[in-house]
């Protein structure tokens, strides 16, 4: 693996970085316009970059210990380097003009662990070019070019959330966001209580096609509703009229969007009792209603749901694996996310605890 030193020679021009997040409150909402809860993760992405000089961008990772390089007119070859030349393009197509660069990569959120890395690694790339090319860009604006970059360079038809949460969040309170208007506000954690985040060891593999098919499905609800998006849906006695699977995939959202609406309660988070349980009913939502659960996740949240200072627990992203949320007594989280794991893991499971995180 290469340092920075071994691949610049000498210190970077610039040195950026950005967080992954943790959905607490919120799923499936960002797509149709709704409101959500993330907070920022301790592990984070680094970017660091200089020029290049010899027209072409070379760029470093040393997660994979892989250097990618192309022409400054020529797309990156498939892979990590796709995210960060979709931030180069769409800030090249805002007039801004960029040199070949050379930039280095390094981050401690795992891939595919369900803490948004790609979102990390466009705001980080994001901001490493606003700073060493002086470019006027807010933190709304930088989040809303990282999801186009994600969009029509990496091909995933995500919503705002992410990229909103890395680019404005902090790893002390949560981020309340309207994905309509992207007015975003950070709230405190409810008193007393701190997270826990244990990735389930199951890979997503259904997520993007079944992701697309619940989209499409939101879609067809809104239309048949005549609103723009669920978002405006206000009281969940209208989704009843709704033919089945749409009419669940409906209950899900609007439900889901009280929730939050709830535990934001106008500025100041609820007790951390409640939050608990409107995370035990997102759960509930998202495993019967959004049917995006799997047994693994069910049974670990179930597990965490039976500890002591435990308030509440859910999944966490968009489901068919990936990780779980908990929220818990302030001071219990590594030792109760601990020995959930090893339980989980005694019986034949690959759970991993990654908040709090196991070196701090
Ligand atoms: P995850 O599964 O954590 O990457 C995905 C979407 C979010 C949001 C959630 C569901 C991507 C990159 N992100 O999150 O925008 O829709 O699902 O709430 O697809």
């Excluded at 309660?265 to 799997?294: C, K, P, T, W």
């Excluded at 047994?295 to 068919?320: C, H, I, N, S, Y």
Aim: negative net charge; proline residues 5%.
């Amino acid at each position: 693996m290469k340092s920075p030193n071994d691949f610049f020679g000498s210190a970077p021009e610039v040195h950026t970085w950005a967080p992954g997040r943790v959905n607490l409150l919120g799923e499936h909402t960002d797509y149709n316009d709704g409101y959500m809860l993330p907070i920022a993760t301790p592990q984070r992405t680094d970017v660091m970059a200089d020029r290049s000089g010899d027209g072409r961008f070379h760029i470093y990772s040393s997660t994979l210990d892989e250097t990618v390089e192309f022409d400054a007119d020529e797309p990156a070859p498939p892979g990590f380097a796709r995210y960060m030349e979709g931030c180069i393009r769409l800030l090249q197509q805002r007039g801004v003009q960029i040199p070949p660069l050379k930039m280095y990569v390094r981050s401690n959120l795992a891939l595919g662990s369900g803490l948004s890395s790609s979102a990390a690694l466009e705001v980080a790339t994001l901001r490493a070019l606003r700073t060493m090319l002086k470019a006027e860009l807010d933190g709304v604006t930088l989040a809303q070019i990282a999801q186009q970059a994600e969009i029509q360079y990496a091909g995933v038809n995500c919503g705002i959330m992410d990229q909103m949460a890395s680019s404005l969040a902090d790893t002390q309170h949560m981020l309340f966001l309207d994905a309509r208007t992207l007015d975003a506000r950070l709230l405190p954690l409810p008193a007393g209580a701190e997270i826990i985040v244990i990735d389930s060891g199951v890979p997503r593999k259904l997520a993007a096609s079944k992701y697309n098919e619940r989209r499409a499905e939101c879609e067809a609800a809104a239309g048949m509703l005549g609103v723009q998006a669920l978002r405006d849906v206000a009281r969940l006695a209208d989704v009843e009229k709704l033919p089945s699977p749409i009419r669940e995939r409906a209950r899900h959202v609007v439900s889901e969007n009280l929730r939050v609406l709830e535990a934001a309660d106008g500025g100041s988070a609820v007790s951390a009792e409640r939050f608990g349980e409107l995370m035990n009913e997102s759960h509930a939502s998202l495993r019967d209603d959004y049917q995006v659960s799997i047994p693994e996740l069910d049974e670990l949240t179930e597990v965490l749901r039976k500890q002591p200072g435990v308030f509440g627990a859910r999944l966490t992203g968009a489901g068919f694996g990936g990780a779980c949320v908990a929220l818990c007594k302030a001071g219990s989280a590594a030792g109760t996310g601990e020995m959930v794991v090893n339980r989980f893991n005694a019986a034949g499971g690959q759970a991993r605890l990654l908040i709090p995180a196991p070196q701090q």
